[in-house]
Nanobody
Framework: QLKIMESGGGLVQPGGSLRLSCTAS?????????VSWFRQAPGKEREGVAC????????LYADSVKGRFTISRDNQENVVYLGMNNLEPDDAGVYYC?????????????????????????WGQGAQVTVSQ
């Protein structure tokens, strides 16, 4: 079983920065699983923000965050990060980390997906991000 936890959320002013962390515990690790960050604002559907392949060689971003957000991973430390710069009020919401059901050790790496109904077997409880003056 894989238990996922997000951390690093908080309140930030517009233009500010945050870095979210996604870690895992239990009998398995995040290592080489595709991981994605999703977010959900009140009254809106959950949307994919960024995803990363198992080795970290491929990443994909939503158009709304390109150039401002960076997803990265450290498989040795069992963590996936989401760096967020130049935050805007529309970036506010609960950010969820999700991991696929199993590792995909395939080279060359396939593209990852931002679709919430993909093979995201494990989800964290979410981290609140508030962007306000």
């Amino acid at each position: 079983q894989l238990k996922i936890m997000e951390s690093g959320g908080g309140l930030v002013q517009p233009g500010g920065s945050l870095r979210l962390s996604c870690t895992a515990s239990g009998s398995h690790t995040l290592g080489y699983r595709f991981v994605s960050w999703f977010r959900q604002a009140p009254g809106k559907e959950r949307e994919g923000v960024a995803c990363i392949s198992g080795y970290g060689g491929r990443a994909l971003y939503a158009d709304s965050v390109k150039g401002r957000f960076t997803i990265s991973r450290d498989n040795q430390e069992n963590v996936v990060y989401l760096g967020m710069n130049n935050l805007e009020p529309d970036d506010a919401g609960v950010y969820y980390c999700a991991a696929e059901s199993s590792a995909r050790i395939v080279l060359p790496e396939p593209a990852c997906s931002l679709t919430p109904d993909g093979d995201w077997a494990y989800w964290g409880q979410g981290a609140q991000v508030t962007v306000s003056q």
